[in-house]
């Protein structure tokens, strides 16, 4: 257990649907993240969220749609997804954006599969 | 872009000391260097770090380039256990989206 709690662990869902990812932490960090991970591809940057304001979207399409109430939640809201959106999703947390000294903590992720 | 590049991929044999190195030309003066490893289906998780002196630790040892511009993880004796993308990223305060962006990192295959 790293911290970072994401929820579920694996999710598959319709292209009609509309499902949420969360993720939790409780390290007392100020910063978190979206990224996502294709098969064999590098982590890819989505959302940034540094005291629940965003500050970060990496031009990511609105069918993905982030959330953070306060800085130990994060959601990833999720409808009419395409298959190729099928990744691992994965979220981190740092104690302030851009992590300095302290680095990131990273959730065990979400796969997704989108049939 | 992400300010590290690395090499795609590396092979060791089991108990063998692996040298993982990773060139940042642009690193800046706040920049801490960080390297992380992610197993299969699993998210990345720390391994060392370090801003300008030689760093080691349970897990393995980063040295430093006098520059700052290069670096390298040493991994004393390479298990099976140990096989995984190895990144290499900076990380300062801020944190400018450069910063924030993972390179491909270097998959580590470990033979026994």
């Known amino acids: 257990e790293t911290g970072v709690t994401q929820t579920p662990r694996h999710l598959v869902m319709g292209m009609t649907n509309k499902k949420s990812l969360k993720c939790e932490q409780h390290l007392g960090h100020n910063a978190m993240y979206w990224y996502k991970q294709s098969a064999k591809k590098p982590l890819e940057l989505m959302f940034v969220y540094n005291f629940k304001e965003q500050t970060e979207n990496n031009s990511v399409p609105s069918r993905f749609s982030p959330e953070c109430p306060n800085s130990s939640h994060l959601f990833l809201h999720l409808h009419t997804l395409q298959p190729e959106d099928s990744a691992l999703y994965l979220c981190?947390?740092?104690?302030?954006?851009?992590?300095?000294?302290?680095?990131?903590?990273f959730g065990s992720g979400t796969r997704l599969t989108v049939v | 872009d992400a300010k590290t590049t690395q090499p795609n991929s590396m092979e060791s044999n089991e108990e063998e000391p692996v040298h993982l190195p990773c060139n940042h030309s642009?690193?800046?003066?706040?920049?801490?260097i960080h390297w992380y490893r992610q197993l299969p289906s699993q998210g990345p998780e720390y391994v060392i770090h370090g801003l300008t002196s030689n760093v080691n630790n349970r897990m393995a040892s980063l040295a430093i380039a006098e520059d700052r511009k290069s670096s390298t993880l040493i991994l004393h004796r390479a298990t099976l256990r140990d096989a995984a993308v190895y990144y290499c990223i900076l990380t300062n305060y801020g944190g400018s989206q450069g910063n924030l962006i993972f390179g491909k990192g270097t998959k580590l295959s470990v033979k026994p």
């Open positions: 642009t690193i800046s003066g706040t920049d801490y």
């Open positions: 981190a947390s740092s104690r302030d954006q851009g992590a300095g000294p302290y680095g990131y903590t």
